[in-house]
């Protein structure tokens, strides 16, 4: 069993990680020891604050051992990836991995003895998105609440639409843009018919855009520009094109004005572009709670994925 994408998981799996991590979080001493013994590798070929220290950290919380390396430092750079993770797989109990194509992420679950956690790809972030339903399970007590997500199709997205909906929320997107390494826009289309409880705005006007605002009950919001674009300077025109044409779905207090909205942001931030300051600090806690179960979601997911029970 990986956990490559959420797609692959039944409903009731995905309860079960959740409900997990939130007992591990109200008690962890009592699970201090859980995975004592048990060793993680974390191999990242892309920049990494939350997933590096949740992973890290969480199973360090239940008594196991880590060791992280950069992509870079590490001769799947000149290897086949095939033969190095079985090497690795030799020396360790489970491997996260950060890296730039799905498709080595899936070479590497299938050839990998040990289960794979995808710590994020182009075309999907599955831990976040368990952490951010974690999330809204904690503020609200039910699933069945409205995102409403204003973006662009990305990896996130993907894997709140593989996820969310399930649990029995309701997402709509308003994403003007698809991320083009993440969904086409005839996967987009597919996906959105065959999820329920998932709406798909790509063009919208504003006065429907600030009635879905103040329905929502979370306005989440992401990035415009991937991590590894942001601030390479090859890319300044895609990343000046993005922001020209995403400037009118910048989250603001004016867009919220008539909302009871929590706000939600995965992190890294970019202020000024897709979320006004002003409204970072004042959902900070929000948005840093989110952050944070980031950390207690790993644990249930390692619970899960080397078959412990509770």
Not at 39 to 52: G, N, V
Not at 107 to 126: D, L, R, T
Not at 282 to 293: A, D, F, M, V, Y
Request: proline share 3%.
């Amino acid at each position: 069993m990986n956990l490559i994408t959420l797609k692959s998981l039944e409903t009731e799996n995905l309860k079960s990680i959740i409900d997990t991590s939130v007992r591990i979080k109200e008690n962890p001493k009592k699970y201090a020891d859980l995975l004592t013994g048990r060793k993680l590798y974390m191999l990242f070929e892309k920049t990494s604050t939350r997933t590096a220290l949740s992973f890290g950290l969480g199973f360090n919380e239940l008594g196991g051992m880590y060791f992280m390396q950069r992509w870079q430092d590490s001769n799947f750079t000149v290897g086949e990836i095939e033969d190095e993770v079985r090497y690795v797989a030799r020396n360790v109990d489970l491997i996260l991995a950060r890296l730039k194509s799905h498709k080595d992420l899936e070479n590497m679950a299938q050839a990998s003895p040990v289960p794979v956690i995808n710590g994020c790809c182009e075309k999907y972030h599955p831990t976040q998105a368990l952490a951010d339903c974690m999330t809204v399970k904690e503020i609200f007590q039910t699933y069945e609440k409205t995102i409403v997500y204003i973006g662009i199709w990305n990896n996130v997205f993907n894997s709140l639409a593989a996820s969310f909906t399930r649990l029995g929320g309701r997402l709509i997107g308003v994403c003007p843009i698809l991320n083009p390494a993440t969904v086409s826009e005839s996967e987009a289309a597919l996906i959105v018919n065959h999820t329920e409880n998932l709406e798909w705005y790509k063009d919208i006007t504003p006065e429907t855009l600030k009635s879905l605002v103040d329905e929502a009950d979370v306005v989440y919001t992401d990035t415009w520009v991937d991590m590894e674009f942001i601030n390479n300077p090859k890319y300044k025109s895609l990343k000046d094109d993005r922001m020209n044409q995403m400037g009118q779905y910048q989250v603001t207090s004016v867009l919220l004005k008539d909302s009871n909205a929590v706000v939600m942001h995965d992190m890294p931030i970019h202020s000024g572009y897709e979320i006004e300051r002003n409204l970072v600090e004042k959902h900070i806690n929000t948005i840093l709670r989110q952050g944070e179960n980031r950390r207690h979601v790993a644990k249930g997911i390692f619970t899960f994925l080397l078959g412990i029970e509770l």
